[in-house]
Every structure is written in C-alpha cells, then in structure tokens.
C-alpha cells in the first residue's frame, strides 16, 4: 500500500517548447494524459505566435507571446460561456412548469 502511495505521489518531469525556449513541467506520475494536454497547448501556443509573427513582422517575441495568451484565454472564456447550461436549464424549468399549469386546466 505504501508503494502504491508513493506512486501517486511521485513527479514525471516533461519538457515543451514554447517560443523557440524549453519549459520543464512536472506532472503526477500516473495521470500521463496531462502530458498530451500540456504538449497540445504548447503546440497550439507556437502555432499562434506564428500566426502574429507573420503577419507583425518586427515586433519582440514577449509581444506574440502576450497577444497569443489573450487571444487564448478569450476563446476559453467564451467557450466555457457558451458550456453554461444554467440559464438553458432554468427555461426549461419554466416551461415544464407552464406545461403542469395548462395540463392541470
């Protein structure tokens, strides 16, 4: 038991490259699908800093790196809005309680 619990509690160390520079990361031995979600938004980091830096010719790296992670963010933030089922479920309640109000007439 004592082996499984210093598994868990052990680090794997992976390396990402993000703008031309390598980042060490550590992540929970055993939860390895992390490694594929860290390497895919690493991936997806460099494909935007390209994307500024070919069409900004000229400016600092630091500049793509802040002008990615806005545009990043912004397009978390609107999906999670858009995965916000609150409001959806709350008419949905209305209406089932319209439907008992009529059924019950």
């Given at each position: ?6 598994n ?30 860290i ?19 000229g ?36 209406l ?10």
């Amino acid at each position: 038991m004592t082996e499984q619990l210093s598994n868990k509690n052990e680090k794997l160390t992976i390396n990402v490259l993000v703008a031309g520079r390598t980042y060490s990361l550590s992540i929970d031995r055993g939860a390895e699908y992390q490694e594929e979600i860290i390497r895919k938004a690493a991936d997806k980091i460099n494909k935007k800093i390209e994307k500024y830096r070919e069409r900004f010719a000229g400016h600092d790296t630091l500049d793509f790196l802040a002008m990615s992670s806005l545009q990043l963010v912004k397009e978390l933030i609107a999906d999670q809005n858009n995965n916000d089922i609150e409001p959806l479920m709350e008419k949905i309640k209305d209406l089932n309680e319209e439907i008992d109000e009529l059924i019950e007439e």
